[in-house]
């Protein structure tokens, strides 16, 4: 190796360095004042979803639960009446926690989920001083209501919200362009 080796490459690096500075855009994201937009594919933090008439989609079922594989979900599921109804059906969840802390953001709940209820969103601020911080009840993850007179619970006209998973279409009739009957 000869002696003006180094310094050509110690150069040569020097001139990509230059070009990325005065030529390239700059990429730093002035977070957290400004937030990068996540891939479609991306997996965040969990959201408890709701229909559009505000009743909540979870009908406690545990599926989620049961193909989630490092346990990090924990449900209860209690009665709905007209009087006092969550969701439609029989049953909601009064209890929905997920341990964010054995969360591996594999999507399995979601893919279990009769109602698609639970759906991996994109926020990404996770963040925790403690263990019990991170175990995030059904109150943080419940998305809000549509308006003000939508909230859960509520009192509902009897023997409408009978079924507990909206009907569903064949899958082979989707490239029809029908959409999917929800019955809440
Ligand atoms: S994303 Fe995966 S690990 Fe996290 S709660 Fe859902 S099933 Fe469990
Ligand atoms: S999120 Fe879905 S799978 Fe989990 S308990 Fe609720 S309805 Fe069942």
Redesign the pocket.
């Known amino acids: 190796m000869s002696l003006l080796e180094p310094i050509i490459e110690l150069g040569r690096g020097l001139v990509i360095t230059m070009k990325q500075a005065l030529f390239n855009p700059v990429v730093t994201v002035q977070y957290p004042e400004v937030k990068r937009e996540v891939r479609p594919r991306f997996r965040g933090r969990h959201v408890?979803k709701r229909y559009e008439n505000g009743l909540e989609?979870?009908?406690?079922?545990?599926?989620?639960?049961?193909?989630c594989p490092s346990d990090a979900?924990f449900?209860e599921?209690a009665e709905n009446t007209d009087e006092k109804r969550f969701?439609p059906g029989e049953r909601y969840?009064s209890t929905?926690e997920i341990n964010m802390m054995r969360c591996i953001f594999c999507g399995f709940?979601e893919d279990?989920?009769?109602?698609?209820?639970?759906v991996l969103g994109d926020n990404y601020e996770l963040s925790f001083t403690n263990r019990r911080d991170a175990i995030y009840p059904k109150e943080m993850l419940l998305e809000p209501v549509p308006s003000a007179d939508m909230t859960t619970p509520r009192k509902t006209e009897a023997n409408v919200f009978t079924r507990?998973v909206p009907e569903m279409k064949n899958p082979k009739d989707w490239e029809s362009g029908d959409t999917v009957k929800v019955d809440t």
């Open positions: 408890l989609k979870c009908i406690g079922c545990s599926l989620c639960a049961a193909a979900i449900v599921a969701s969840a929905y709940c279990a989920c009769p109602t698609e209820a639970i507990s």
